[in-house]
Antibody
Framework: QVQLQESGPGLVKPSETLSLTCTVSGGSINSFYWSWFRQPPGKRLEWIGHVYYSGNTKSNPSLKSRVTISVDTSKNQFSLKLSSVTAADTAIYYC?????????????WGQGTLVTVSS | SYELTQAPSVSVSPGQTASVTCSGDKLEDRYVWWYQLKPGQSPVVVIYEDKKRPSGIPERLSGSNSGNTATLTISGTQAVDEADYYCQAWDSSTVIFGGGTKLTVL
């Protein structure tokens, strides 16, 4: 059974860069797309962007200028970097798997990790 | 940009039928997915492409999409169904979600 696990600092200072990693176990990262989502307190889920195992990426236009998503197939991991964070970036961050770049199902998810932006 | 709208909350008695709706302009022209979120757990897809049910999802959960409204129907609601439910669609290769509906089983 494929499992995803988010990891990274739970507290980030304003203006700094948020960095998270999603480790995939029980299956290969190859041949799939991998997305990041977040849910700020009291707000709806938001798609941040995805990376294909080949390294191609796509991001939500609302965050595109601050988002970097990368993949490390040797470690079966993919990562998110969100720069210049503010309190509005405080959220539970999730990673998920999908089989195509659009009109597809996010069939496996991590449990989520809370990241708080505060000084 | 395209928007999906959900009622913030729905309450249902055990054994009764719950309907969670998601509205959007000409929503029937798009496929809709439904995700179940419980605190501390991984989100789970319960309906994909309007009405398809993934393996392992009980038959009491069903989906439909017509006109401007997609509906997740839970028949014979059980306590285990208490969760937040989010509808999701695609718009110009971007993922969009509804605001979520908290289903309470009283």
């Amino acid at each position: 059974q494929v499992q995803l696990q988010e990891s990274g600092p739970g507290l980030v200072k304003p203006s700094e860069t948020l960095s998270l990693t999603c480790t995939v176990s029980g299956g290969s990262i190859n041949s799939f797309y991998w997305s990041w989502f977040r849910q700020p307190p009291g707000k709806r889920l938001e798609w941040i962007g995805h990376v294909y195992y080949s390294g191609n990426t796509k991001s939500n236009p609302s965050l595109k200028s601050r988002v970097t998503i990368s993949v490390d197939t040797s470690k079966n991991q993919f990562s998110l970097k969100l720069s210049s964070v503010t309190a509005a970036d405080t959220a539970i961050y999730y990673c998920a798997r999908h089989s195509s770049g659009e009109r597809t199902t996010f069939d496996h998810w991590g449990q989520g990790t809370l990241v708080t932006v505060s000084s | 940009s395209y928007e999906l709208t959900q009622a913030p909350s729905v309450s249902v008695s055990p054994g009764q039928t719950a309907s969670v709706t998601c509205s959007g302009d000409k929503l029937e022209d798009r496929y809709v997915w439904w995700y179940q979120l419980k605190p501390g757990q991984s989100p789970v897809v319960v309906i994909y492409e309007d009405k398809k049910r993934p393996s392992g999802i009980p038959e009491r959960l069903s989906g439909s999409n017509s006109g401007n409204t997609a509906t997740l129907t839970i028949s014979g609601t059980q306590a285990v169904d208490e969760a937040d439910y989010y509808c999701q669609a695609w718009d110009s290769s971007t993922v969009i979600f509804g605001g979520g509906t908290k289903l309470t089983v009283l």
